[in-house]
Nanobody, 117 residues
Framework: QVQLVESGGGLVQAGGSLRLSCAAS????????MGWYRRAPGKQRELVAD???????NYADSVKGRFTISRDVAKSTVYLQINSLKPEDTAVYYC???????????WGQGTQVTVSS
């Protein structure tokens, strides 16, 4: 059974930093693409950053230069380092892992990030 367990969210002041973690189990981690999405209050879920099984990264324009996605294959964990937080970054952040052919697609339960001004 595949499980994704997210952690690292919280309440921070604007300008602060957080590191989100998503630990996966039940899969061969290295063959999956991985990503972080977020859903802000009253908005649709959006892609924040992703990293392919080959290690190629992609970022939403709104987070470029502030967010960094990385992974530790040995720990089956994907990270999202968030710096220079802004109030508009407030959202529930979700981890997602999937295969390119979409035969497998899994979501984490979400972790709340709240940024105060």
């Amino acid at each position: 059974q595949v499980q994704l367990v997210e952690s690292g969210g919280g309440l921070v002041q604007a300008g602060g930093s957080l590191r989100l973690s998503c630990a996966a189990s039940g899969i061969i981690f290295s063959v999956y693409n991985m990503g972080w999405y977020r859903r802000a209050p009253g908005k649709q879920r959006e892609l924040v950053a992703d990293i392919t099984g080959g290690g190629v990264t992609n970022y939403a324009d709104s987070v470029k230069g502030r967010f960094t996605i990385s992974r530790d294959v040995a720990k089956s964990t994907v990270y999202l380092q968030i710096n220079s937080l802004k109030p508009e970054d407030t959202a529930v952040y979700y981890c997602r892992i999937w295969t390119t052919n979409m035969a497998h697609n899994y979501w984490g339960q979400g972790t709340q990030v709240t940024v105060s001004s």
